[in-house]
């Protein structure tokens, strides 16, 4: 079945794509929480099965090399999430335009 | 699961279904707590007096309001989150019934013909004002069913409204019809109604807590989608009431005259159209025993309402798919049911208390916030 409900959706800003990042950001913050009590029960079931106890997870503190593997880990995930705030610099540094894709479609059409 | 209670035919949630579902109501009961009431400030401190300004007058009514308030920066944030959280509630919503509708659907066959009665009509036209846009933004709509005795739509809608209401309608969503009822108790005390119809009863929410209240009675629902009867039938049967459901429009039934001495509807009114109401009035005075009642519950009508109240009750109006939303609020309800047969003398437009806000003295809260009775019915009463 069509998950979307028949009727013109409004829109709300004044450009229209920031009705869809807004909505597209919601879904990515839904998820984020599922994820979240996800992981909350794996937690909670650890501690009652006597594995571990969330006391000793508050009270973990990562030792050198684990501080330097999170560290790393969170360089590479900010650069996924920003990759397109990155890529528009490289792009201007390359002196890309609108014109020089136009370019290369002649290039590859002749 | 959560605080509704899970009665045999309630659709389940897995781990991550739920976590979604909680998530929308989180960000529901978030929304109208800490984000909505910012737009009232914003109303008075830029948007009223930029309208003054134009103006050289206050604003008078909600369509002034409207005219300023959807540009402001603030309103059209929380505008976005709201209507983006109602299409996260029917999508978390539907992803989970879809996953086990067969499942369902089994199990609302074994509860056929248990207790009370189900009767549907395939033959029965879909009402345009039905067809034209899915209701409160429900894909498919009270109506679409995706298989031979399909419950889908009647699974989405029982857990989504629980979800909507932020459960602030009970463990059962009955609030409106237990809302009625207290007030029937109260006023009306040697009332003893042989026969009841609750017209529009989509799955039951507000139909049972009349079987509880008058139990020598004969309770009869109709609604006029086959997949919200089902499930309501089956729902019943879990929950022990005995109900008589059929397949019928509010506008025109096949009961005989003078058959009832209670008709109650529950937020029916504003999900039909100008030409349906006015038909729904007429049938109920059609339906009627004489000293009998039409009690027809509502949000509050917009007449003598402060002009932001209004405008944001009227949200739903262009941003929910409720078109006949404003219309209805803003019709005038003593001159409909003269219109329609009904003494004048006889018509009563009250506000009574949600009987679950009494109980658990709940924080007032609508999806919009507190404002304009957030926290009480209204109830459109008619005598015959």
């Not at chain 1, 807004?22 to 009652?48: F, K, N, P, Y």
């Not at chain 2, 079987?211 to 879990?238: F, G, K």
Request: glycine residues 6%; proline residues 5%; charged residues 25%.
């Amino acid at each position: 079945m069509s998950r979307k409900a028949k009727g013109k959706r409004p829109v709300y800003f004044n450009d229209p794509e920031n009705d869809k990042l807004l909505a597209i950001t919601m879904a990515v913050a839904g998820e984020l929480s599922v994820l979240r009590e996800r992981l909350d029960t794996i937690e909670r079931l650890a501690s009652a099965k006597g594995l571990f106890s969330l006391n000793e997870i508050e009270e973990y503190r990562p030792d050198e090399q684990v501080s330097a593997e999170r560290e790393k880990w969170r360089a590479d995930y900010l650069e996924r999430i920003l990759r397109v705030v990155h890529h528009e610099l490289e792009s201007a540094e390359k002196g890309e335009t609108p014109e020089s894709y136009e370019n290369a479609l002649k290039l590859v059409s002749s | 699961m959560d605080g509704q209670l899970e009665h045999d035919i309630l659709p389940r949630a897995t781990q991550d279904e739920l976590a979604r579902q909680n998530f929308v109501q989180s960000l529901k009961t978030y929304l109208a707590g800490e984000i909505s009431p910012g737009n009232k400030v914003v109303y008075e401190k830029r948007v009223k007096p930029a309208f003054e300004r134009q103006h050289g007058r206050p604003p008078r009514d909600r369509r002034d309001v409207r005219q300023m308030m959807t540009s402001d920066p603030y309103y059209q944030m929380w505008s976005a989150l709201q209507r983006t959280s109602q299409e996260m509630m029917w999508d978390a919503v539907s992803t989970s019934v879809e996953r086990q509708l067969e499942e369902l659907a089994r199990k609302a066959g074994g509860l056929k013909r248990k207790l009370g009665s189900l009767t549907l009509d395939p033959s029965l036209p879909l009402p345009p004002y039905h067809a034209a846009v899915d209701i409160h933004c429900q894909p498919g709509g009270y109506h679409t069913e995706l298989r031979k005795e399909d419950v889908t739509a009647g699974a989405i809608y029982d857990r989504a409204v629980y979800i909507y209401a932020m459960g602030r309608m009970g463990a059962l969503n009955d609030d409106m019809g237990a809302s009625v009822v207290a007030y029937l108790k109260k006023k009306y005390q040697g009332f003893r109604p042989a026969k009841i119809l609750d017209m529009g009863c989509s799955v039951g929410h507000s139909t049972l807590p009349y079987v509880d209240a008058y139990p020598e009675a004969e309770v009869h629902a109709i609604d006029v989608a086959a997949p919200m009867l089902r499930y309501a039938h089956a729902r019943a049967v879990a929950l022990g009431r005995q109900v008589h459901f059929s397949q019928q429009n509010a506008e025109s039934t096949n009961f005989p005259d003078e058959s009832f001495d209670l008709i109650v509807s529950h937020i029916l009114l504003h999900e039909t159209s100008g030409k349906a109401v006015r038909n729904i009035m007429r049938e109920c005075h059609r339906l009627l025993r004489k000293g009998a009642m039409a009690i027809h519950a509502e949000v509050p009508q917009y007449a003598g309402m402060d002009p932001y109240d209004a405008f944001m009750l009227d949200w739903d109006t262009y941003n929910n798919n409720e078109p006949f939303w404003g219309y209805l609020h803003d019709m005038d309800l003593r001159q409909l049911a003269v219109e329609s047969g009904f003494d004048e003398t006889t018509v009563a437009q009250t506000m009574v208390p949600s009987a679950f806000e009494q109980a658990k003295a709940r924080t007032r809260l609508l999806q919009g916030g507190d404002f304009a009775g957030a926290g009480q019915w209204f109830l459109y009463v008619v005598g015959k």
